[in-house]
């Protein structure tokens, strides 16, 4: 069974790395309310236009989006 986007994304934490990716990871870490379950990209990135300010950018989320769907 595929795990979830948020258990991969738990993945590229690193609070001492500045890349997009990792300040993501970082950020999510932190929210509460983030669908730590879903594997869908529709409902994860409606998600992040609505609740997620940390996130300056939608394309960090597609490059993060890829490489979870590179990962297998």
Sequence with gaps: MRQSFYQ???T???PEDYEPVA???NNAFYDQSFPKQETHFDALSKYLEEN???LPSMTVFDQAWQMY???D
Aim: charged share 20%; glycine share 0%.
């Design 52 to 54: 997620a300010s940390y």
């Design 12 to 14: 590229q934490r690193n």
């Design 23 to 25: 300040e993501f990871a």
């Design 8 to 10: 991969f994304l738990m």
């Design 69 to 71: 769907l590179e990962q």
